[in-house]
């Protein structure tokens, strides 16, 4: 059987890319969105370039939601809302949406090492209220470097912290992200913690950039087996 594709929202963004080239490298075909389908057909070409043995197709955003049931949600946090709401009308019942979207007060011309304010808590918990109750929103991807997914060389050994209401959600989301070799998903809790997940990412920022590096996390003393 051939694996299901996933789509991506703003893979012409560098998390989303990296995220796509990574997926596409694995065999996984990706269906990438951007709400210029010019944008989503060019990052889809790059993409090609960039693994050649890949399967990449770019569509404007309603149309890239409709060809997947996972979709990982990629933009910056200004950009969060409009999309949400612009997606209302492509959403079916029981897709999963793995949202990535970190509230920096970079999206107000603010510090990138500083967090905004969600009405709702954290900025998964604004997609899932957008979304609507048939969605079934995760969130996850906040501490890995956009740039080290990108970098095809680079080999990965990191976390992905996973939140989410379901666990059976949460087991769907590491399976498509550990098929990346080098990443490892910890299932960190109910939707609630991605308040917590998402402030790593300004964490991190300011780490990055007084080392001058890509750092991500790796949690110590877990069991072998994390999603029996």
């Known amino acids: 059987m051939a694996p299901a594709p996933v789509c991506i929202v703003g893979a012409s963004g560098a998390l989303g890319f990296g995220l796509a080239v990574r997926l596409g490298r694995a065999g996984v075909p990706v269906v990438i969105g951007s709400r210029d389908e010019a944008r989503a057909q060019e990052a889809a070409q790059r993409a090609r370039d960039a693994v050649p043995q890949g399967e990449f197709v770019g569509y404007d955003n309603s ?8 979709v990982v949600l990629s933009v910056p946090f200004r950009s969060q809302s409009e999309t949400l709401t612009n997606l209302k009308d492509a959403w079916r019942e029981g897709q999963l949406l793995i949202d990535a979207t970190v509230p920096l007060a970079a999206a107000v011309s603010g510090k990138a090492t500083r967090m905004l304010g969600v009405w709702q808590g954290s900025a998964a918990q604004q997609a899932q209220e957008m979304a609507g109750a048939g969605v079934r929103v995760v969130s996850a991807l906040h501490t890995v470097s956009a740039a080290s997914l990108s970098d095809l060389g680079h080999e990965l050994s990191e976390d992905v912290l996973v939140c989410g209401d379901k666990r059976a959600d949460k087991r769907e989301a590491a399976e498509l992200l ?21 402030s790593l990412t300004a964490m991190l920022i300011a780490v990055n950039s007084r080392y001058k590096t890509h750092a991500g996390l790796h949690l110590t003393g877990l069991p072998e087996e994390l999603w029996e």
């Open 178 to 198: 550990q098929q990346i070799d080098g990443l490892r998903c910890v299932d960190c809790g109910r939707l609630e913690m991605a308040r917590i997940t998402e």
């Open 63 to 70: 149309r890239a939601v409709g060809e997947a049931e996972r």
